[in-house]
Structures are given as C-alpha cells and as structure tokens.
C-alpha cells in the first residue's frame, strides 16, 4: 500500500465520520444554493438517511485499510471500539458546541 493511497482513504473516512457527527449533532444540515439566496434546512428524518451514508462510507474506509495492513481479530476489534468510541464522543462535542 502507497502512502499516498493509505492518505486518501485514511482523509475519506475520517471526514465522512466527521460529516455523519456533524450532521447527528446539529439534529439535520442545510443547504445553499449557489444561484439564489434560499437556505434549505433538511431535518432529522431524512439527514439521518445521509448520516447512514456518511457512517457507511468511512466504515468502508476503515475496513479497507485494515484489509491492506493485514491486521488480526484483536486488531480489528480495537479498531470497532475506537471508531464506536471516536463517533460518540465526536457528536457529543460537536451537540454541546452547537447548541
């Protein structure tokens, strides 16, 4: 594995759990468009299908590279509580700051 394909992934998962705390923290998103000067807020129901998405693409990402490093059971199960671990306290920081 490159250190340049080990970067990509590693950023990818990382800012996509970043996107799915984000967006379970602020309770949904909005939205702007480019050409005009409305704001859509997409609430909790239908952000939390992006947040699924999000959660899934870094999980994804998590598992690649613990596919090319070749890493043990207890590895993996470590690397399970920490991403568990990191997710939780992540939206929990980002909620406190947000509201």
């Not at 759990?17 to 129901?45: D, E, M």
């Amino acid at each position: 594995m490159r250190k340049a394909q080990f970067a990509a992934v590693f950023s990818l998962a990382f800012f996509a759990l970043a996107g799915g705390c984000l967006i379970l923290a602020g309770h949904g998103f909005t939205t702007s468009s480019k050409r005009g000067h409305w704001s859509v807020f997409v609430p909790a129901p239908q952000a939390y299908v992006m947040a699924a998405i999000m959660f899934v693409l870094s999980l994804l990402g998590v598992v690649w590279l613990l596919q090319q490093a070749r890493a043990p059971h207890r590895v993996w199960l470590m690397a399970a509580a920490g991403y568990a671990g990191t997710a939780f306290l992540l939206t929990r920081a980002w909620a406190r700051w947000l509201h």
